[in-house]
């Protein structure tokens, strides 16, 4: 008799191989790896539907309408609300106030819904003294602390919410699943179910989720391909600043954020974040430029500080906080090929201001500028706003929405912009260097607002110095 072949998979990404390991050749996870058989194809006969298939154009599409959940700023990062039988998975680091912001939420949903919160963490008692510190008390908002999901189940069938919250996924266990709760296997066994359970019912559910020390949502990957919409919670935890991102949307856009405030009494959403990621100070100092960066639609003004300082270390360091490292390494080494600048014995300090995180391109010309004027011990002018792609060869790229960009910046207050040149190509100047106090196309900036275009690198600091 033919043996049957054995191999293993990993069970976050699929990675094969034929004999075991501790730790996965393709995510570096340890303990992924399980052992499976060779099976063969099983012949799957007609079975019972569950409705029969219509034409598409008499689907009723009022179904799957988003309704609002009562946070403007959950709404702005859902696309409008939670659409039923929608899943979510919110991950956060623990304490960062993934509970506060879905226990308020809960209850403005409570207002006109049924709505089930089950927490596996805490105690019943618990999420009620919380629940009463923030004014989150409503008549149809259900508390239940279990940890096994045929328990959950039956709650669900008992209250029959439309919305339910599950905190955290982690912590439920099923009697049906392998392992410990909390694993790879009973993680994916009950979040498999509740997609299910979701779906049946029609009923919008949110998963709470844990993040590694990398910062990755923790659990199999599997888990985000289960889920419809995933959500990441950051923030500072000695801060009271909060962003919430879609990092994954089948319902709306997948690059807003929500801005909240969290202190004492609960968590509020700060619809206008101006002046949160830019420091308030009397007089320039060097090492500072502002910029001005898109999230969705929104223009968040952000300001980039540089610290350069002497060592006599072999090798000097490079620290980031808030911006992409590699992007701020490549500004560094066009700073030093392109403009002669000494950091070879430096060690160079870069970071943003509100623990913002900024991973959009039109920030290199604004940390090049505030890398130069730590360099050069010089501020840099007052009311400047920089912004603008910087290439390998030293050149400036225009970066998308500008208007918007520079609107923003006048409305702040500040008189002078700096940018690429041909980012201004409907009025105002074409020429690189040429100033220009004209609007741009139909929107008007504050009088006297100045725009100046440069070419490359070179053009942008002989403007500024």
Not at 293 to 299: H, I, K, L, M, S
Request: glycine share 12%.
């Amino acid at each position: 008799m033919a043996k049957t072949a054995t191999g293993y998979r990993c069970a976050e990404c699929g990675w094969r191989t034929l004999k075991w390991v501790g730790r996965c050749g393709e995510c570096q996870a340890w303990g992924t790896v399980e052992e499976e058989g060779a099976k063969g194809v099983n012949v799957v006969r007609a079975g019972a539907t569950t409705a029969p298939a219509v034409p598409i154009g008499q689907v009723k599409a009022e179904i799957a309408t988003a309704r609002t959940t009562g946070v403007a700023e959950l709404d702005r990062v859902l696309g409008g609300g939670v659409v039923p039988g929608a899943v979510m998975l919110l991950a956060g680091e623990p304490g960062i106030g993934k509970s506060t912001l879905l226990l308020e939420a809960a209850a403005s949903i409570a207002e006109r819904a049924t709505v089930l919160y089950v927490t596996g963490e805490e105690s019943a008692a618990q999420v009620r003294l919380r629940a009463d510190r923030i004014g989150a008390l409503r008549d149809n908002l259900y508390l239940a602390a279990e940890t096994e999901l045929s328990a959950l189940v039956t709650h669900v069938e008992k209250v029959q919410p439309r919305f339910l919250v599950v905190d955290s996924v982690q912590t439920i266990g099923s009697a049906q699943g392998t392992g410990v709760p909390g694993g790879v296997t009973q993680v994916r066994e009950v979040a498999a179910n509740l997609v299910r359970l979701a779906k049946e019912r029609n009923m919008a559910t949110v998963l709470v989720g844990h993040v590694t020390k990398e910062g990755s949502i923790a659990g199999p990957r599997t888990l985000e391909h289960l889920v419809d919409v995933v959500l990441s919670f950051e923030g500072d935890r000695h801060s009271r600043l909060r962003l919430v991102r879609a990092v994954k949307n089948r319902y709306g856009p997948t690059d807003e954020v929500g801005c909240f405030d969290l202190h004492e009494r609960g968590i509020e959403g700060i619809t206008d974040p101006t002046g949160l990621f830019v420091s308030r100070r009397s007089t320039p100092v060097p090492g500072t430029c502002v910029t001005v960066t898109v999230e969705g639609t929104r223009p968040l003004p952000a300001e980039v500080q540089a610290l350069v300082a002497r060592t006599e270390a072999q090798q000097p360091r490079r620290t980031t906080s808030g911006l992409d490292s590699y992007r701020v390494q490549m500004v560094l080494a066009v700073l030093e090929r392109r403009l002669n600048a000494k950091l070879g014995g430096c060690d160079v300090f870069t970071a943003t201001v509100g623990g913002l995180k900024i991973i959009d391109p039109a920030v290199d010309l604004s940390v090049m500028l505030a890398v130069a004027s730590a360099a050069g011990d010089k501020p840099l002018p007052t009311g400047l706003v920089a912004l603008g792609e910087v290439g390998l060869a030293g050149e400036l790229r225009p970066v998308k929405d500008v208007r918007r960009r520079l609107t923003e910046a006048a409305r702040l207050g500040f008189t002078r912009a700096l940018v690429p040149a041909g980012s201004l190509e409907e009025g105002g100047s074409k020429r690189p260097g040429q100033r220009s106090l004209v609007p741009v196309g139909p929107v008007a900036y504050a009088p006297g607002f100045e725009v100046v275009q440069a070419d490359n690198v070179w053009d942008a600091l002989t403007h500024v110095t």
